[in-house]
């Protein structure tokens, strides 16, 4: 009784203070008015008093530290100085007419100029006086200067004083008319002096004591005018929870309510084609991740819950099996299944493993991609009507209107990554009630990005390979160690391996790469005659049907040399071929090689992978092959893969909103947005509504921010 007046009352008086002051128009903060509340408001997008608080500085530069002149290197970013001006003259005419004076610390001596307010600077600097200088070091022939530095006299420890000073982001209109980094902190600072309890809390009681979090409010004056690191530390954990905490709290809600009003097909039957191939078809035992995943996935299904699942698991870990499954499932429950996958040759691959699975049990699979015969067309459509087909493999072909089904249960999508939004949106259209949904996907998206991302599908992960896989030796190796890689194929090949040679292929340059892959292929026909050696190619120009005889060559061990573009990327399985040749591996992105990588262990054979450039290679470049080689594990490299690039580049998310957040980082902090979600699951279990009293404050703060972006990001 107590604690609910306590409550109470809090909330309703932050509620009111919270009218008060910081919902107030910029204008009318000190050092603002008319003209340049119009700059903040168009230039920085800040109307009120809120939204400067909420403008958080994007660095902070330490000026605690004092360095030495003689230690200053490029490297640096701003260096503060302390010593005496042993000399100040100008120099130059008219336009170049500069000021310079000469600073002297015991380790050595270093100019400071000035183009501008010279008149203005010239007299402050006195010859024999001890200055605190503070700046930015440029490189000047072989030594370093400071052009226009902060300098005060060393004693009167005034305006630069604060060790640690926030760095804001500018426009240039806003900084030519005094608003730059430090015309805004001038503002914050103003401001957070002047707020006094009216900043309301956004968070419960509990919440905040439970994460042992500093009061919004004084964490808004810390990020702006940090007390000291140690505060601005907590300051910044405290807004960086809170961003994640509501963050995840809409997605867990939108979830809630989308599986309240989605209701799936109820496949709560395991019958006779499940227990058939499992028990008969089945050639090995599933490994404990498959398992795992399959009665995850039966959950679903079974509970007449809509499955909206993406699966994760690094290539060779055995997804198409789970997928497999699942569909024999559908079918004991009387529904049909589709698998997409996004190129013909993987298409073709699951198809024939598939129906190869599949002889003898009953169950009927077709086969539907852009190069399918009219006739076969027709076959097809009558089927599925009729519900004679129980599975229709195939590509994009399978969107199309014209693709109808009897009774489609479960939509499988492999390889989602190559998918966009609206495609999978399509395959819901496909019958009245939204068939279950299970995307499959190699490329492991750390699971706090994930679940952020994605936040409406469950995530389902196989860590684990089966038995037997080898970890593939991988190395790096320059062009003009290719005498030594091509006898290595060659012994590879003597003892009855295989092996791929792959190409770059960047649409921009689609002609130089062509002609790239051309002259490779010929180099290795030469080095690899006739008839001893027999070689494939496979590439982008060719027609789907050469691709796949090329393919099928191949996987029969007709031919020891596959020599391709990427289209051999995703999927394929050839367990005989050991050796992955990547040409130009610095023009691949780091998930792509190591899906590549993917081809190769996957018999019981040591496999190899053997990654080639030239000697000239980017910084990144060089992370990317170092990473390769150090690593097998897909979740590290994927991690390392979102470090490079960005998650916005990889999902391909931008736009949508999720991912645009003010000071959290979904990559480096997913330790704190795990925790975050966690806490605001557990919340919503207790109170789905928020309509405790002691939830109170989150449902405020929760309801304000939908309120303020209501169109905030569905990407799934
Ligand atoms: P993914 O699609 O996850 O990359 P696949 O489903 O293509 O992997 O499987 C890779 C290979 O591993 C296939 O040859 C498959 O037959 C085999 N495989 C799958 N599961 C197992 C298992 N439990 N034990 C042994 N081999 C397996
Ligand atoms: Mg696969």
Same mark, same amino acid.
């Given at each position: 009784?107590?604690?609910?007046?306590?409550?109470?009352?809090?909330?309703?008086?932050?509620?009111?203070?919270?009218?008060?002051?910081?919902?107030?128009? @910029?204008?009318?903060?000190?050092?603002?008015?008319?003209?340049?509340?119009?700059?903040?408001?168009?230039?920085?997008?800040?109307?009120?008093?809120?939204?400067?608080?909420?403008?958080?500085?994007?660095?902070?530069?330490?000026?605690?530290?004092? *360095? $030495?002149?003689?230690?200053?290197?490029?490297?640096?970013?701003?260096?503060?100085?302390?010593?005496?001006?042993?000399?100040?003259?100008?120099?130059?005419?008219?336009?170049?007419?500069?000021?310079?004076?000469?600073?002297?610390?015991?380790?050595?001596?270093?100019?400071?100029?000035?183009?501008?307010?010279?008149?203005?600077?010239?007299?402050?600097?006195?010859?024999?006086?001890?200055?605190?200088?503070?700046?930015?070091?440029?490189?000047?022939?072989?030594?370093?200067?400071?052009?226009? %530095?902060?300098?005060?006299?060393?004693?009167?420890?005034?305006?630069?004083?604060?060790?640690?000073?926030?760095?804001?982001?500018?426009?240039?209109?806003?900084?030519?008319?005094?608003?730059?980094?430090?015309?805004? &902190?001038?503002?914050?600072?103003?401001?957070?002096?002047?707020?006094?309890?009216?900043?309301?809390?956004?968070?419960?009681?509990?919440?905040?004591?439970? =994460?042992?979090?500093?009061?919004?409010?004084?964490?808004?004056?810390?990020?702006?005018? %940090?007390?000291? !690191?140690?505060?601005?530390?907590?300051?910044?954990?405290?807004?960086?929870?809170?961003?994640?905490?509501? $963050?995840?709290?809409?997605?867990?809600?939108?979830?809630?309510?989308?599986?309240?009003?989605?209701?799936?097909?109820?496949?709560?039957?395991?019958?006779?084609?499940?227990?058939?191939?499992?028990?008969?078809?089945?050639?090995?035992?599933?490994?404990?991740?498959?398992?795992?995943? #399959?009665?995850?996935?039966?959950?679903?299904?079974?509970?007449?819950?809509?499955?909206?699942? $993406?699966?994760?698991?690094?290539?060779?870990?055995?997804?198409?099996?789970?997928?497999?499954?699942? =569909?024999?499932? !559908?079918?004991?429950?009387?529904?049909?299944?589709?698998?997409? &996958? %996004?190129?013909?040759?993987?298409?073709?691959?699951?198809?024939?493993?598939?129906?190869?699975?599949?002889?003898?049990?009953?169950?009927?699979?077709?086969?539907?991609?852009?190069?399918?015969?009219?006739?076969?067309?027709?076959?097809?459509?009558?089927?599925?009507?009729?519900?004679?087909?129980? @599975?229709?493999?195939?590509?994009?072909?399978?969107?199309?209107?014209?693709?109808?089904?009897?009774?489609?249960?479960?939509?499988?999508?492999?390889?989602? *990554?190559?998918?966009?939004?609206?495609?999978?949106?399509?395959?819901?259209?496909?019958?009245?009630?939204?068939? *279950?949904?299970?995307?499959?996907? !190699?490329?492991? @998206?750390?699971?706090?990005?994930?679940?952020?991302?994605?936040?409406?599908?469950?995530?389902? /992960?196989?860590?684990?390979?089966?038995?037997?896989?080898?970890?593939?030796?991988?190395?790096?190796?320059?062009?003009?160690?290719?005498?030594?890689?091509?006898?290595?194929?060659?012994?590879?090949?003597?003892?009855?391996?295989?092996?791929?040679?792959?190409? %770059?292929?960047?649409?921009?340059?689609?002609?130089?790469?062509?002609?790239?892959?051309?002259?490779?292929?010929?180099? =290795?026909?030469?080095?690899?005659?006739?008839?001893?050696?027999?070689?494939?190619?496979?590439?982008?120009?060719?027609?789907?049907?050469?691709?796949?005889?090329? =393919?099928?060559?191949? &996987?029969?061990?007709?031919?020891?040399?596959?020599?391709?573009?990427?289209?051999?990327? /995703?999927? #394929?399985? /050839?367990?005989?071929?050991? #050796?992955?040749?990547?040409?130009?591996?610095?023009?691949?992105?780091?998930?792509?090689?190591?899906?590549?990588?993917?081809?190769?262990?996957?018999?019981?054979?040591?496999?190899?992978?053997?990654?080639?450039?030239?000697?000239?290679?980017?910084?990144?470049?060089?992370?990317?092959?170092?990473?390769?080689?150090?690593?097998?594990?897909?979740?590290?490299?994927?991690?390392?893969?979102?470090?490079?690039?960005?998650?916005?580049?990889?999902?391909?998310?931008?736009?949508?909103?999720?991912?645009?957040?003010?000071?959290?980082?979904?990559?480096?902090?997913?330790?704190?947005?795990?925790?975050?979600?966690?806490?605001?699951?557990?919340?919503?279990?207790?109170?789905?509504?928020?309509?405790?009293?002691?939830?109170?404050?989150?449902?405020?703060?929760?309801?304000? $921010?939908?309120?303020?972006?209501?169109?905030?990001?569905?990407?799934?």
């Amino acid at each position: 009784m107590q604690e609910f007046f306590f409550v109470y009352f809090w909330s309703k008086q932050s509620l009111n203070m919270s009218q008060s002051i910081i919902s107030t128009s @910029i204008e009318y903060l000190k050092g603002v008015g008319p003209k340049r509340a119009e700059i903040i408001k168009k230039e920085l997008g800040l109307f009120t008093f809120e939204h400067l608080l909420n403008y958080y500085p994007f660095r902070y530069i330490d000026r605690s530290k004092v *360095h $030495l002149i003689k230690d200053i290197s490029s490297t640096e970013i701003h260096v503060q100085l302390k010593g005496k001006i042993t000399r100040v003259t100008e120099a130059g005419e008219k336009r170049g007419k500069r000021l310079i004076a000469y600073l002297q610390d015991e380790s050595g001596s270093i100019e400071l100029v000035w183009f501008k307010g010279i008149k203005w600077v010239k007299p402050k600097l006195i010859v024999g006086k001890e200055y605190t200088v503070f700046g930015k070091p440029s490189q000047f022939s072989s030594s370093f200067n400071l052009v226009h %530095p902060e300098f005060e006299e060393k004693q009167t420890n005034s305006t630069i004083q604060a060790s640690l000073q926030p760095v804001y982001s500018s426009t240039e209109k806003a900084n030519s008319s005094g608003l730059n980094s430090k015309g805004i &902190a001038k503002l914050t600072k103003s401001l957070v002096l002047q707020i006094n309890s009216q900043v309301p809390e956004t968070l419960s009681h509990a919440v905040t004591s439970e =994460m042992k979090l500093m009061p919004k409010e004084r964490a808004l004056r810390e990020i702006h005018v %940090p007390s000291n !690191a140690e505060n601005l530390k907590k300051a910044i954990f405290r807004l960086k929870f809170e961003e994640f905490f509501f $963050l995840q709290l809409r997605l867990l809600k939108q979830k809630v309510i989308q599986e309240q009003k989605l209701r799936g097909f109820i496949f709560d039957t395991i019958g006779e084609s499940f227990n058939t191939f499992y028990k008969t078809k089945l050639p090995f035992e599933l490994t404990g991740a498959q398992k795992r995943v #399959v009665k995850e996935i039966r959950n679903d299904m079974g509970t007449g819950k809509h499955m909206n699942r $993406l699966l994760q698991g690094d290539v060779g870990s055995g997804k198409t099996l789970v997928g497999l499954l699942s =569909m024999l499932i !559908a079918k004991d429950n009387g529904f049909q299944s589709l698998l997409m &996958a %996004p190129t013909e040759i993987l298409a073709t691959q699951h198809y024939s493993t598939i129906a190869k699975y599949l002889e003898g049990t009953g169950v009927t699979v077709s086969l539907l991609t852009g190069s399918s015969k009219t006739s076969e067309r027709k076959i097809i459509h009558e089927q599925l009507l009729s519900g004679e087909l129980d @599975i229709l493999i195939g590509t994009h072909a399978l969107l199309e209107d014209i693709v109808q089904f009897k009774n489609l249960g479960l939509s499988i999508i492999d390889e989602q *990554h190559r998918f966009g939004v609206k495609q999978r949106s399509k395959l819901w259209e496909k019958n009245t009630i939204p068939p *279950h949904v299970l995307v499959m996907t !190699a490329t492991p @998206i750390p699971r706090t990005l994930a679940m952020t991302v994605y936040g409406d599908l469950d995530i389902s /992960v196989i860590d684990e390979l089966p038995p037997g896989r080898k970890e593939i030796s991988t190395t790096h190796k320059f062009d003009k160690d290719r005498l030594y890689v091509f006898k290595f194929m060659e012994k590879q090949i003597a003892e009855g391996r295989q092996v791929y040679v792959v190409y %770059p292929l960047i649409e921009e340059s689609e002609h130089l790469d062509f002609k790239d892959l051309m002259d490779g292929y010929e180099s =290795m026909a030469r080095r690899f005659p006739l008839p001893k050696y027999k070689l494939s190619i496979v590439h982008g120009k060719m027609k789907a049907a050469d691709k796949e005889y090329e =393919m099928q060559q191949f &996987a029969k061990g007709h031919t020891q040399i596959m020599v391709a573009t990427t289209v051999i990327e /995703v999927g #394929v399985n /050839v367990p005989n071929a050991t #050796v992955m040749v990547i040409e130009s591996a610095n023009k691949f992105g780091l998930s792509q090689l190591h899906q590549l990588r993917g081809r190769v262990g996957r018999g019981s054979d040591k496999s190899y992978c053997i990654l080639m450039t030239d000697y000239k290679l980017s910084e990144t470049a060089r992370t990317r092959i170092d990473t390769m080689v150090r690593s097998n594990d897909g979740f590290e490299i994927a991690e390392e893969d979102l470090k490079l690039r960005g998650p916005g580049d990889i999902l391909g998310t931008q736009q949508s909103g999720i991912l645009d957040l003010k000071i959290g980082d979904l990559i480096k902090d997913n330790k704190l947005v795990a925790t975050a979600r966690n806490l605001a699951s557990e919340i919503l279990i207790k109170d789905p509504g928020l309509e405790l009293q002691e939830n109170y404050l989150i449902r405020q703060q929760l309801a304000e $921010l939908i309120r303020k972006k209501p169109n905030w990001g569905r990407i799934s």
